[in-house]
């Protein structure tokens, strides 16, 4: 079957992408392209974000799934105190419109303050504007990359500036699984794969593992593709 992700050795995944130009926010050929990559990412068990060229099309924007919010947070609780409290701003700190307020619910608005995601978000012309000083070193996978795991170095805080389907701008400030998913997909928008960056990459295929008792640890180990 073919695999719905472009993978490594395609052009579109080397290039530059171009910024989504003012004039094609909300429209139906971006919002079908934007819809596009989340039915995708949805297919992948272990996807938590990607990319427009991951789906051959080379604008800059990425999707974060719902689950990698949820996944953050539960990394949180094993983390320090600081990661701790700051976790706890960053689902305060996303701005949304209040036509997007009104669109969810009031279980979802406790939720969110609870720092969970119930939703996919969208990233259009993202710029990092903060990178924090402090570095950690996080497991990572790309769906363009198959079963190949490696580690990689990056800040451990990172603000991202960007713009929702409407064209409204945002920022959002995230540390831990977030922030080395806002530097993976952005990355990706400069033509830039995590395998060029990262060190002690691995093999880790569905026939090694594939036995069905080790499926929890497996989830751990794999970490998150992007
Ligand atoms: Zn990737």
Known sequence: MKDLIVQIGAEVLRHKAKPVAKKDFNSPQLKATIAKMRRVLAKEEFGVAIAAPQIGVPLRMFVIAAKAFETDKK?????????????????RSVLRSPKERAEENLAEDAVASENSRSKDMVFINPEITRLSRKKKEMSEGCLSVRDVYGSVLRHEKASVHAFDITGKPFDYHASGLIAHIFQHECDHLDGILYTDKATRLRKDTKEDTDTEDI???DTEEHSHEN
């Open 75 to 91: 990394d949180g609780e094993d983390g320090t105190l600081e990661q701790d409290s700051l976790k706890r701003t960053t689902g």
């Open 215 to 217: 499926e929890n640890k």
